[in-house]
């Protein structure tokens, strides 16, 4: 149709057309613009808080390691201020954890550990939380809310360690045919990896020979990282 068009009828026309529709196409210009430019802004803007979280978490790393508890706690009130939902953040409260249950203030860092359990954004620290937490519970005592707080062990990487805490808590409690099933499972979800795991195998086989009645075959696991069979369970496996 428009080939019936002259040259300055199709000039008029596309001359109209510009008219009509270059507010628009100019406003999403400017749009798509700001809309770029703010992208740019906002990453730039997380970029820096994560480098601020990050330093202010060293800070809090280098504290503990002088021995200024006080000042650790402090700067990490401050990093939970001005980083709220930071990993960071979540790292500091692990690492304070870990100090308060060396120097035995287990229900501190019961609650630091907890803080990061529910709050955390990232799934595995809260998984690690739990783990560690669930110890500290076992070590005060509180079997029943260990098992709570552990679950259902999950899948992958953490099933093996989560099994084992289920087993010290159950061995804790009395159970120690429901601690040998969870230590067989924890046995089992490490695979070959519990060739160098000897205290998961001191466990089971002071178990089973409890169990079924006969004598074990080696002596009890002393020294781990989660529950001595001969002895109270501890906190000291924190760090796994």
């Given at each position: 149709m428009d080939d019936y068009f002259s040259d300055a009828e199709q000039w008029e026309r596309v001359k109209a057309w510009l008219r009509a529709n270059v507010p628009w196409i100019l406003a999403g210009i400017a749009v798509g613009g700001l809309a770029i430019g703010g992208w740019r802004w906002w990453q730039g803007h997380t970029d820096q808080l994560a480098l601020q979280a990050g330093a202010e978490y060293q800070q809090v790393l280098q504290a503990f390691n002088a021995g200024e508890k006080t000042q650790a706690l402090a700067l990490i009130s401050t990093l939970e201020r001005d980083h709220p939902g930071s990993?960071?953040?979540?790292?500091?409260?692990?690492?304070?954890?870990r100090v308060l249950v060396e120097t035995n203030e287990l229900e501190a860092g019961a609650q630091r550990l907890e803080s990061v359990a529910r709050n955390s954004h990232d799934p595995e620290l809260a998984m690690i939380a739990r783990l560690r937490l669930?110890?500290?519970?076992?070590?005060?005592?509180?079997?029943?809310?260990?098992?709570?707080?552990?679950?259902?062990?999950?899948?992958?990487a953490f099933a093996a360690r989560y099994h084992e805490v289920r087993g010290d808590a159950y061995y804790a409690?009395?159970?120690?045919?429901?601690?040998?099933?969870?230590?067989?499972?924890?046995?089992s979800a490490a695979g070959p990896a519990v060739a160098e795991n000897d205290v998961l195998n001191l466990k089971i086989n002071d178990l089973t020979g409890a169990v079924n009645g006969t004598a074990p075959r080696k002596g009890p696991a002393q020294g781990s990282g989660s529950t001595s069979m001969k002895g109270a369970p501890d906190a000291s496996g924190l760090a796994k």
């Open positions: 990993p960071y953040t979540d790292q500091a409260n692990l690492a304070a954890a669930a110890r500290v519970q076992v070590s005060l005592g509180k079997v029943n809310e260990a098992l709570a707080t552990l679950g259902t062990p999950p899948s992958g409690k009395g159970d120690k045919a429901a601690a040998l099933d969870e230590y067989r499972a924890a046995q």
